[in-house]
Structures are given as C-alpha cells and as structure tokens.
C-alpha cells in the first residue's frame, strides 16, 4: 500500500457525519437533561480487569520531580461514579478511552466512548433510553430482548448457568475451537468464546439486540440479581456484528467492590498478569455513598459505522493508530 | 523455527498447522469489551491448497514454517519430475506432481516460475501470470464472427484449453492469463 500515511483515515464527508451524530447525541442529553461532563484521561489509578490492558505514562514537573504515575483511562466509569457520588446527579460524557493491545476491524487503542448514568434507573429502564437514543441516531428499529441464558438455550442448546467445564469443552471443540478448549481451565472464557464466534453473528441483524442477566461470573462493576444470584445487572447491545453498548445495574457495595477487584486480582497472579493497585479513591466514593443507577458506556466510533454504513473503524476516525 | 504470537500474525506468514505449511491469509482480531480477546485467522494450506478459518486465544504462538519462494526458470519433464533452474547459479530442483498440480498445463520452457519450497522440498510451483503457448487444435470452421459470441474452446501444446474468439486459428501463438486461465491476446 502507498496510502499517504499523512492523510486522514476517513473520508471528510465521514467525518461531517461523525459530527452530526456527536451533534444528535448531545441534543438528546441536553433535551432530557442529563449533564454533559468531562474526567481525567490521565488516571493516578488504573483498572485490575484482567482483559484489560493499560496505557502507563508518567507526569515529572512541580511537586513530582521523581514522576507521578499515570495512567490513560481505559473508561470514564470510575470518575464518573465519583460525580454520581459526590451528588452530580444524571451525567454523561464523551470522551477518549485507552486499551493496548487492541487493534482490528472493530478496535483503535484510542476510541471514544459515550458513556452514561442515570441515578434511580434499573437495567431495563435504562435499555429503553438506549433504544430511543438507537432509534434517534441511526433510525433504526426498536430493540429486541434476550438473556444471555436463553440466547445459549436458543443458538447452542446448552444452559450457560448449569454447565460443567468438561460439557462446555466439548461443545467447542465442536465447533472447532479445540485447541482453545483443550488448555483452558476456566468456564468464562470458552463462554465468551462461543457467545462471540457463535451467538454474536446470529443476534442483532436487523434490529438492535438486547442481551441481558449475563453470569455472575462477568457482573464486572454489576449487582447481582436479587431474585437469581447466578446472574447480575449487566447487559450489552449488539446490532449488526458489533457489540455497541455495556451496561450495568450499578454495584454500589464498596466492600463488595473491594473483594470483586481483589478477586481480579487473584486471577491476574493465575494468568501470569501484574496485579493492579485498586482505586481507593473509587471505592472511597462507594464508600462515601454513590446512588442507585444504571450506566452505560457505548462505543461512538461504531455507533458512526452504522450510522455511515462503513465496515473499518479506521473508515470513521480521523487518524487511525497508523496514521497518529 | 521460531513461534509467532497473535500479534506477530499477518497476511503472508507462514505458519504450521496440522503438520501442514500454511500462510496466512487474513487476521482479524474479536475481543469482547469485558473479555478474552480471541484472533479469527483465514490461512491457507499450502499443499493441500485448501482455505479454513481458525481462532487462536490472543497471546498464543503458533510454529512458524520453513517456508521460501524462490523464482527458478522451467527445464523440462522427465515423466515423474518437473526439473527447474536457478538461471544464476545453474542449481536444479526437481519438483513431483504433487507439488506441480493443476498448474503443470501453464508450464513453458524457459520460463521464470516460483517454486515454493518447504525445508527445502518443492512443494507448490505458481507459473508467470502471462504464458504464450500455441494452438494445436480448435474448430477451423467457424469464422467471421467477430462480436464476441462466446468463442470456441482451443487446445493448447500443453493440453490446456482456453476458450478463444472465433477469429483465432490452429498454429497460433496466444497470451493466456494463468490466473484465471483465460485468454488474453493473439501474439505476432
């Protein structure tokens, strides 16, 4: 290829439809009244997801002459859940977030995520936002439903909530992921692996798609369900290939969040990873009391391929990584 | 041979699989925003020539393959080996059947071919993307037609055939592309 590498990855009648849809997105916030804020992409605290990779840096000037650590953000949650706490009230926010090491079709390491939170919003209240929010940008149809059970139930025929390590490897190796089955030790991954490659293509083709109640074992930063506590506040949008949006009926427990961060913490020393200091400042925010609400983070690069039909995210950013 | 990791993986990297060379031919990687990223790789097997999808958990290596091109001039045929020279330093490679396939009806003498060699062995020969070869046999009787009805199929001096215009005869020179096996031009 002998692309020029200083030329924008988009095309310039992309990126007016990119701004437009940044436009309608704040129209939509603005009418219902939600704060538009803005937090730290430098972080002094990073993230201890294990499937999550950080970019580290380093502030050196006044009062840091030996360098403050620093991290970009691989989402504004934290931050944000401490404005929730400190009585912000609804907020949302644009902006840049950070992961190393992804890259491809659907992945820049610099992306921009809309990200929202509705004090006294359930999951399902905040679904239904998401799905006007959907229909006001991309003028699509209203979304359908599924839990994350009876979507396994329906395209694999198995209970993802009641199956053994040993059934579920030999469900993939049927689908030929064999390899990957034979050296894994843990359910979550092989359900991740069958939800992405096999569920994932067949949801969410012509109307944007649900998938709620995910296990327990992926609440990440959700409650568990009060009724079933196999399963937790968390859903995810997929429309079209892509999965658009995560979200979570908000843990609020700071002690809770404490043991779930140290639990990560546990199977990075498993996996070989570094353990992540924990935010104390987050978990003093729980701490200090952070609302009942819902929140949401969405991917806007993807949200603008659908809405500009493009198939590469590089297609819809001005720059892609190799072009920074 | 070294091992490759996910990252490393691109369009054109030889890699084992199955106890067979393959080349990659596209990488994508699938990660989920709170998950086991996971790569989806479309390779190709290099002798069976057969294209397959597989997904490698992201961070895994693989076996890379002794794998090399090497552009080598056609000699002759022997009945059971394809003999082939390096046009600098004189060197031969014999290449079998197996390795010659399909591909043995686009093989001119003299011609600059590319051998892929696995340890060493010919396993695959890709010949020019142009040959000239004459025809030994098409329907003399149709003629005149010039507006492209399809044309008439025309054996050529390797058996191959090729579908022509109805203008071009018997004792003919004609430029195929080996791609598609298609006909392109007369040659004068």
Redesign the interface.
């Known amino acids: 290829m002998n692309e020029a590498l200083w030329a924008p990855s988009a095309q310039i009648e992309t990126l007016k439809q990119r701004a437009s849809v940044l436009a309608n997105i704040r129209a939509f916030f603005a009418a219902r009244d939600v704060m538009e804020v803005e937090t730290p992409c430098l972080s002094q605290a990073s993230v201890t997801d294990v499937h999550l990779a950080t970019f580290a840096t380093e502030f050196i000037g006044p009062r840091y002459a030996k360098g403050l650590p620093l991290y970009l953000q691989t989402s504004p949650e934290f931050a944000m859940k401490r404005l929730l706490a400190a009585g912000s009230g609804a907020i949302f926010q644009i902006g840049k977030a950070f992961r190393n090491e992804e890259s491809g079709r659907h992945h820049n390491p610099e992306f921009t995520m809309l990200e929202w939170y509705r004090p006294g919003f359930d999951e399902f209240a905040l679904m239904d936002e998401i799905d006007c929010l959907m229909q006001t940008v991309l003028s699509c149809k209203q979304a359908v439903r599924i839990s994350y059970q009876d979507a396994f139930k329906t395209y694999l025929g198995v209970d993802p909530l009641d199956i053994e390590l040993d059934e579920l490897k030999l469900l993939c190796a049927k689908y030929g992921y064999e390899e990957i089955a034979a050296t894994e030790q843990f359910i979550d991954p092989l359900l991740q692996l069958l939800f992405c490659m096999e569920i994932e293509p067949q949801i969410g083709r012509d109307t944007p798609c649900f998938v709620y109640h995910f296990p327990a074992s992926q609440a990440a930063l959700a409650q568990l369900n009060d009724a079933d506590p196999r399963v937790a506040g968390r859903f995810e949008l997929y429309y079209q290939g892509m999965e658009l949006a995560n979200g979570f009926n908000e843990l609020t427990d700071a002690s809770e969040q404490s043991k779930r961060f140290d639990e990560d913490n546990d199977m990075r020393t498993t996996m070989g990873l570094p353990k992540v200091e924990k935010d104390q400042r987050f978990l003093a925010a729980l701490e200090s009391g952070l609302p009942a609400c819902a929140g949401v983070a969405l991917g806007i690069d993807r949200l603008v391929m659908l809405a500009t039909g493009k198939s590469s995210i590089k297609e819809v950013i001005a720059f892609d990584v190799d072009r920074a | 041979m070294a091992n490759y990791s996910t ?1 490393e993986f691109k369009g054109g990297l030889k890699i084992m699989m199955d106890g067979e060379p393959c080349t990659i031919l596209e990488n ?11 790569n ?1 790789v479309k390779i190709r097997k290099l002798i069976s020539g057969k294209v397959l ?6 961070g895994d290596s693989v076996e890379g393959a002794d794998v090399m091109e090497t552009d080598l001039a056609y000699l002759y045929a022997d009945g059971e080996f394809w003999h082939f020279m390096n046009n600098d330093t004189f060197e031969q490679i014999a290449a079998d059947e197996k390795a010659v396939g399909e591909n043995v009806k686009w093989l001119v003498e003299n011609d600059v071919c590319t051998i892929t060699l696995w340890n060493g062995n010919p396993i695959a020969v890709t010949p020019p993307n142009f040959v000239e070869l004459e025809i030994t046999d098409t329907d003399p009787g149709l003629k005149g037609d010039t507006a492209g009805t399809g044309g008439k199929p025309a054996t050529l001096t390797t058996g191959a055939v090729v579908r022509v215009p109805l203008f071009v005869q018997i004792g003919e020179v004609i430029k195929v592309d080996t791609r598609t096996g298609e006909y392109v031009s007369r040659v004068k």
């Open positions: 990252n994508e990687m699938v990660k989920p925003g709170k998950g086991q990223a996971f989806r999808e597989k997904t490698f958990k992201s």
